[in-house]
C-alpha cells in the first residue's frame, strides 16, 4: 500500500510542484517491508495564446508564450512574442525539464463593413425596389427587423440597414 501526500487509492496525484515523499509499505505478517521514494515534481509550462481572434484592416496582433523556455511555433520560429499579421490556424508550445505544454488559436482578418444602398428614388405604384447589403462574415440588420441581405420595397418609407463585424458596424 502506497502512503502520501497526493496519495489515493493507491495513486499519486500531485497538486503542486516540489519535492514529494511516496511510501510504499507491505504488510506481511512474516516479512514485513517498507520502501520510501522522492518523487520531484515540475510544473507545466501552463499558457494560453488567449482567445481566436480577428484582425481587421491588416494590423498585427502581438501573440507571447508566457510560460516555460525552448519556445517553437507551428511554423518553426522559436521566439517567445510575434506579431501575427496572416489569418490561420497557430499553435505554439513551450517545453521546461522535458515537460511541454500546447496551445492553440485562430485569427480571422477583415475589415470594417460598408455599405451603399443608392441614392433616394420615387418609387412608382406597383414597383418593386431591390436594396442589397452584403458584407463578408457580418451580421445584417435592416430597419424594420429583417436580417436578409436583400430587401424588396413595395411602398415609400425610408429604408436602412446595420452591418456588423469584429471591426466595426456601418
Known sequence: ???????????????TPGIHTIKYVKADSFCPDSSTQDIKVIALPYFTLGPDLTICDGNAA?????????????????????????????????????????????????????????PDTLLCKGSLLRLVAKWPNSKIQWNNGSTDTVMYVTKSGTYSVTISNPCGTY
Open 62 to 118: 502581438t501573440i507571447s508564450i508566457g510560460a516555460g523556455k525552448n519556445f517553437l511555433w507551428n511554423d518553426g520560429n522559436t521566439l517567445q512574442s510575434r506579431q501575427l499579421i496572416n489569418p490561420g490556424d497557430y499553435w505554439a508550445q513551450a517545453e521546461q525539464s522535458n515537460c511541454f505544454w500546447r496551445d492553440s488559436l485562430s485569427i480571422y482578418s477583415g475589415a470594417p463593413p460598408a455599405a451603399a444602398l443608392g
Open 1 to 15: 500500500k502506497f502512503f502520501g501526500k497526493d496519495v489515493s487509492n493507491d495513486t499519486f496525484r500531485p497538486l
